[in-house]
């Protein structure tokens, strides 16, 4: 694997300085194939960047990671400028992949062809949780730990973990912490006896913050982005053998019924979590938990691309871009 970190223009969230810096990398990128002696078989971009044609000859691959135009305000970035990357990546692709079959829908809508590819886990790193150092920096009252891992943000809907807190379970929130006030409540919830947020940690450190928890939470607000969304979160949760309780995503539809709770309201989700709490440690439920977790790793994932274009490259000339329109 080589690493290439590009350098551009200043300023680049600015329209003409953003097809500078885009031209730039696309050079970078040709210059640095020659550099090694390499050929791409196909490019892979996992956003909106204007990338997808910087190698000419090789298949580009557009991997719809979550819905960007949904996401637009919670990057910062006007609207309408996603949906025109959008638009034109769509266009250039000739294997479309999708996160959710949420955004699946709606890009046939739009006239393309996507295959779904869900989010993975890294099923190994988490296979041995029980036997993991507990985190010495977690201070939390004995009893039972409901867990978030991952950023503290406008994704979640904090009367969920509120109505938790409120049951005397510990939270523990492992994961970038925003400003308080730009996730409303949060300070209020963190000032809570019982409620430890440790900030950013390390990927490698995770198993140790999994060892204190019985539960994990995937308590996202219901909006369009996280509709389109697979919650990375709750294949590691059930990767590590915890239990899970998930706000009511489409995702879900995608795991094996009865792994992961669901509810819709904050009193509902707080009394999943009890439930959960009760079956945390079955030693059959946490190996059906991570068996379904198997079947979702980042190495089968891998797999799935590869064959994709393996199969387009092997393909009569002209044909991917043809199953394209």
């Known amino acids: 694997m080589v690493r290439l970190t590009a350098t551009t223009v200043p300023g680049v969230s600015r329209v ?7 031209a730039q990398c696309r050079r970078a990128v040709r210059a640095a194939l020659d550099e090694l002696g390499a050929k791409a078989a196909a490019v892979v971009v996992a956003g909106t960047a204007d990338m997808l044609g910087c190698v ?6 557009f ?9 637009a305000s919670l990057m910062g970035v006007r609207t309408v400028a996603v949906q025109r990357a959008e638009r034109r990546q769509l266009a250039k692709a000739d294997i479309v992949l999708a996160v959710s079959e949420t955004l699946c829908r709606r890009w046939a809508r739009m006239g393309a062809d996507p295959v779904l590819l869900p989010n993975g886990a890294d099923v190994e790193a ?5 036997h993991a150092e507990p985190a010495g920096d977690v201070d939390l009252p004995t009893g039972p730990v409901a867990g978030v891992v991952g950023h503290l943000s406008e994704r979640l809907d904090l009367e969920m973990l509120t109505a938790v807190a409120d ?14 006030a730009r996730l409303p409540g949060l300070d209020r919830l963190l000032a809570r006896p019982g409620v430890q947020a440790t900030g950013a940690r390390a990927f490698a450190a995770l198993p140790s913050y999994y060892r204190h928890m019985d539960v994990g939470l995937t308590p996202y607000a219901d909006t369009a982005f996280n509709r389109a969304s697979f919650p990375l979160k709750t294949l590691e949760y059930l990767a590590a053998g915890l239990p899970v309780v998930a ?9 094996q019924p009865g792994l992961v709770r669901v509810a819709s309201t904050p009193q509902a989700f707080a009394d999943q979590v009890v439930e959960a ?30 064959d994709l274009i393996q199969g387009a490259t092997a393909a009569p000339c002209g044909t991917a871009r043809e199953r394209r329109t």
């Open 16 to 22: 003409v300085l953003r097809e500078v810096a885009a």
């Open 56 to 61: 000419p000859g090789a298949l580009r691959v």
């Open 63 to 71: 991997y719809g990671t979550d819905d960007f135009v949904a996401g």
């Open 126 to 130: 988490m296979s041995d949780v029980e």
């Open 167 to 180: 049951r005397g379970i510990s939270l523990l929130l492992v994961g970038p912490t925003p400003r308080t």
């Open 247 to 255: 706000t009511d995503l489409p995702a879900n539809a995608a795991l």
């Open 277 to 306: 709490i009760a079956e945390a440690h079955d030693p059959a439920l946490r190996r059906a938990r991570r068996l379904e977790a198997a079947e979702h790793s980042w190495k089968g994932r891998a797999t799935q691309v590869l």
